[in-house]
């Protein structure tokens, strides 16, 4: 099987969370023997390769991440220059997120299945994934135990063509945390992450601190 794959991100590869699974994935998806091409949508002068790679291609994942139950309007903004297809076509995706629970996923999920048919294609799943937040600014092992099981993953794909497998359903993690789990996590968030986020902004350059509200 050869798969064309396009990352969705409007990232730049190079700060690309969605890239850095998309390495795990498709190393264990060339170990069961499938072929890939992979084109970034976050540049533009690749547009016109997109498009041609799409005509001529009938396997076809896009890789994406969520951003507040929306995909990235880059994405979108590509998506409306294609033409549906009509040569039985099959498309997948992988939907990752910061969210850890799999419900805070499921919107887009099903947004994407409704794509897949406005494309022409027919739709062969989505691999559903949240926790993804953090692996850019992550390195070595942290960073491999959010991206590295996304191997495993490539290696179903490979097998089964498709992401319906209870393997890549059981790959999501929890639907949504109890509620002792979401008390802790709301804790740690006000505490120990918001710290971390706070220092994670100033590295990127920003001046206000997160909470800062403008127009309030």
Not at 35 to 59: G, L, P
Not at 62 to 87: Q, R, S
Request: proline share 5%; net charge neutral; charged share 25%.
């Amino acid at each position: 099987m050869h798969v064309m794959i396009i990352n969705g991100s409007p990232r730049v590869k190079k700060f690309s969370n969605t890239d850095m699974i998309l390495k795990e994935f498709t190393k264990g998806m060339c170990e069961n023997g499938t072929t890939f091409e992979q084109y970034e949508v976050s540049d533009r002068e690749q547009w016109d390769d997109i498009r041609n790679a799409f005509i001529s291609n009938q396997n076809i994942l896009i890789a994406l991440p969520l951003y507040v139950e929306c995909i990235p309007g880059l994405l979108l903004e590509f998506l409306e220059t294609l033409e549906p297809k009509n040569d039985g076509s099959k498309m997948a995706f992988i939907l990752q997120s910061g969210f850890a629970e799999g419900i805070q996923l499921r919107c887009g999920e099903a947004y994407l299945e409704i794509l897949a048919g406005k494309l022409g294609c027919e739709y062969m799943g989505t691999l559903v994934k949240g926790d993804n937040f953090s692996i850019r600014f992550m390195e070595g092992k942290q960073k491999e135990r959010i991206t590295v099981p996304y191997a495993a993953m490539g290696r179903e794909f490979s097998a089964c063509g498709n992401f319906r497998s209870e393997k890549c359903k059981k790959f999501t993690g929890p639907e949504i945390f109890p509620a002792p789990v979401r008390l802790l996590v709301r804790l740690v968030f006000n505490t120990l992450a918001k710290k971390s986020f706070a220092r994670i902004s100033e590295g990127l350059g920003c001046t206000r601190p997160l909470d800062y509200r403008p127009y309030s």
